[in-house]
C-alpha cells in the first residue's frame, strides 16, 4: 500500500532533550513538508524540500532541523532550542507539479 | 505572504441539515483552493478542491463556490451525516510546482443526530 508513515504515533521527551520525528512515503513524491498544529491554530509549515539534498524554513523554523538524505524520508528534529515543543506534527507530500497534498497521521509531541 | 481566514470556528448542525464554511484568502496570485477534512488524532485528508478557473465543483453532498473577485470560498455540504462531524480546513496555493498550501484556522462541524 503506498502512503505517507509518521512515526511514533505518540511521544514523550523531557525538556532540553533532542528529538527526532520520522517521516516515510513510499508514493514517489518530489516535495514533503512539515506542519505544526496546535488547537485553533491551524497548520504551521515549519520546513518543506521540493528535491533530494535541498529544503527551505517554513514559517516557525526557529528550533527545528530537518534532513533529506532520500527521495522517500524527511525526519524532523526538535531541538531543545525550540520553546513550546509539544504538539501534533504532521508530515505531507505531494508529486512534482502537483499541489494535491497527502498528508500522515501524524506524531503528538509531548515534553514533559 | 498568503494569509487565509475561516469562519466559523465552530458550527454545530443537526443531522439532515446543510452546513456552510467560508474562507477568504489575500493574495491574489492563489489559485489552488483544497478543503481538508480531519478526524479525532488523524491527518488531514483532501475532501474537494477547486481552481481559479472555475466557480463551483460539487461531489455528491459537497460542493465548493469560489469567488475571485471577493477573494473568497466556501465548503457547503448538504444532508449532513453525523460522520461529517470533524474538523475542516481551508487552503490556498500558487498552484506551481511549489506547492506550499496556506491554512485556515479550522472548523470544528459536530452534527447532532
Known amino acids: 500500500d503506498g502512503g505517507i508513515t509518521q512515526s511514533p504515533k505518540y511521544l514523550f521527551r523531557k525538556e532540553g532533550q533532542n528529538v527526532t520525528l520520522s517521516c516515510e512515503q513510499n508514493?514517489?513524491?518530489?516535495?514533503m513538508y512539515w506542519y505544526r498544529q496546535d488547537p485553533g491554530q491551524g497548520l504551521r509549515l515549519i520546513y518543506y524540500?521540493?528535491?533530494?539534498?535541498?529544503?527551505q524554513k517554513g514559517d516557525i523554523a526557529e528550533g527545528y532541523s530537518v534532513s533529506r538524505e532520500k527521495k522517500e524520508s524527511f525526519p524532523l528534529t526538535v531541538t531543545s532550542a525550540q520553546k513550546n515543543p509539544t504538539a501534533f506534527y504532521l508530515c505531507?507530500?505531494?508529486?512534482?507539479?502537483?499541489?494535491?497534498?497527502?498528508f500522515g497521521q501524524g506524531t503528538r509531541l509531548t515534553v514533559v | 505572504g498568503e494569509n487565509v481566514e475561516q469562519h466559523p470556528s465552530t458550527l454545530s448542525v443537526q443531522e439532515g441539515d446543510s452546513a456552510v464554511i467560508k474562507c477568504t484568502y489575500s493574495?491574489?496570485?492563489?489559485?489552488?483552493f483544497p478543503w481538508y477534512k480531519q478526524e479525532l488524532g488523524k491527518g488531514p485528508q483532501l475532501i474537494i478542491d477547486?481552481?481559479?478557473?472555475?466557480g463551483e465543483k460539487k461531489d455528491q453532498r459537497i460542493a465548493v463556490t469560489l469567488n475571485k473577485t471577493a477573494k473568497h470560498f466556501s465548503l457547503h455540504i448538504t444532508e449532513t451525516q453525523p460522520e461529517d462531524s470533524a474538523v475542516y480546513f481551508c487552503?490556498?496555493?500558487?498552484?506551481?510546482?511549489?506547492?506550499?498550501?496556506?491554512f485556515g484556522r479550522g472548523t470544528q462541524l459536530t452534527v447532532w443526530p
Open positions: 505531507a507530500s505531494h508529486p512534482r507539479g502537483y499541489t494535491e497534498a497527502f
Open positions: 508514493l514517489n513524491h518530489d516535495a
Open positions: 524540500s521540493q528535491i533530494v539534498n535541498d529544503f
Open positions: 493574495d491574489s496570485a492563489s489559485n489552488y
Open positions: 477547486i481552481r481559479s478557473n472555475v
Open positions: 487552503a490556498a496555493s500558487r498552484g506551481s510546482t511549489l506547492g506550499r498550501l496556506y
